[in-house]
């Protein structure tokens, strides 16, 4: 008898006729049969509720034999129990080596399904057409497909860790030159931060001294006027003999009181100063480059220009606007009182930055800036912020007006801007002009808040006064 034979006979001797499992508490009954306590308890109390013939009292029958056995004959089997816990140990009688149908060990393997079955399931319906080897024949073949599968995952393996190592190494070089770039910009930004603080310490050094050396030769000149003016009031006096006069408001605040009086005054009067223009610029370096980056591209409307004003499409290479018919002059959206015309696009919120080149000639004034949608362009009324402009006036080597209340004397500039940038800040409430020439800031209307809607509102001078480009459309007037 072989050894799988052997342990066959062994689980058949270990396992209870009723539930088929090896014995739990095995006892005998009074015929030599063994059974679980419970099962054979169960099944017992099963039988006293079936009708039948009729038994003796207290008295059952044996699952097995039928013979009846006293109920209190049951008696305890200590060597099954022994036997029972042996097979349950046996690692040649665990369930997963024995069929689940027929409870036999588990000896050929079914190519067909790819899965071991018993000797009885290969005469079964489903097995007999299919091909089965032996366990040992079957496993030596998978061992072979195994080995070559498991060479090749190796190998597979060995490259994905090769290329795992690559991209690790490249990771790393990569969060290097990342960390290198982090503490470049950092180091960058630190240098242009103290630069800018240094270039804004020159320029505020630069309009200090400025303003000292104009504020002295103002009041030296301030000086020598309540000087003149004094020793003209006590001459006055001298000549008026007991008239009277109030003081001069600018003898006031004079702390120092003239000593000196000439015994023959010649009136002079100082050099006059003149008009207050700053050599001291407002300039922050890179300011432009960082505007480019909201910068838009925008376009003059054609339905709204001047009726003279022509526009010509460089990269179309046409003209976007003609002489209009009589009819086109009722026009709603066409600037009539003057030479006049605004973007296509309209801003209510963001920042946009864009930027126009000049080509001047005559002294005729030039208008740029932004205006609200709703602007009367039927009449000829002051462009102001009140009216809804928000805009500055130029006029070649004469003048750079800046249209306000808040700035009632007009700025002058010795050379005017030939390329100029315009900066909307919506939500700031703040439109600012600069000369992209230089990079200089030349003026910002600054506000709470805008009342609507705007647009970029160009303007030029008389005919024959010179030329506007507005992204890729330049704008004369008909002469």
Known sequence: MDAVELARKLKEEATCSI????????????????FCREC??????????KKGRRRRKGAFSCPECRETSPHRNLRPNRLLTKVAEMA????????????????????????????????VCREAKE????????????VQGYKLKLEKDMEYLREEMSKTGKVQAKEEQILAEWQNKVRKRRERIVLEFEKVGLFLVEEERRLLRALKKEEEETAT????????????GHSLEMLLLQLEDLSHCEPLQM??????????????????????????????????????????GFQEDVVPDPNSAYPYLLLYESRQRRYLSSLPESSEFSNKDRFVAYPCVVGQKTFSSGRHYWEVGMNLTGDALWALGVCRDNVSRKDRVPKSPEN????????????????????????TLTEPPTHMGIFLDFEAGELSFYSVNDGSHLHTYSQAAFPGPLQPFFCLGAPKSGQMVISTVTVWVKG
């Not at 349950?88 to 067909?112: A, I, N, T």
């Not at 030769?217 to 003149?228: C, D, R």
Request: proline share 8%.
């Open 19 to 34: 539930c088929l499992d090896y014995f739990t508490d095995p006892v005998m009954t009074s015929c030599g049969h063994n």
């Open 40 to 49: 054979i308890q169960l099944s017992w109390e099963k039988a006293k509720g």
């Open 88 to 119: 349950r140990q046996h690692p040649g009688l665990q369930k997963r080596d024995l069929c689940s149908l027929h409870q036999e060990p588990l000896k050929l393997f079914c190519e067909e399904d790819q899965s071991p079955i018993c000797v």
């Open 127 to 138: 097995h007999r057409l299919h091909r089965a080897l032996p366990l040992d024949e079957a």
């Open 217 to 228: 030769l103002l009041q030296e000149n301030k000086v020598l006027l309540a000087q003149q």
């Open 251 to 292: 003898l006031q605040n004079i702390k120092d009181p003239l000593s000196r009086m000439k015994n023959s005054l010649s009136v002079q009067y100082p050099e006059v100063v003149p008009p207050m223009v700053l050599r001291t610029v407002c300039r922050v370096p890179g300011e432009i480059e960082v505007l480019k």
């Open 388 to 411: 809804g402009f928000w805009v500055v006036q130029l006029s070649k080597g004469k003048k750079f007006l800046c249209t306000t209340m808040a700035t009632p004397t007009p700025v």
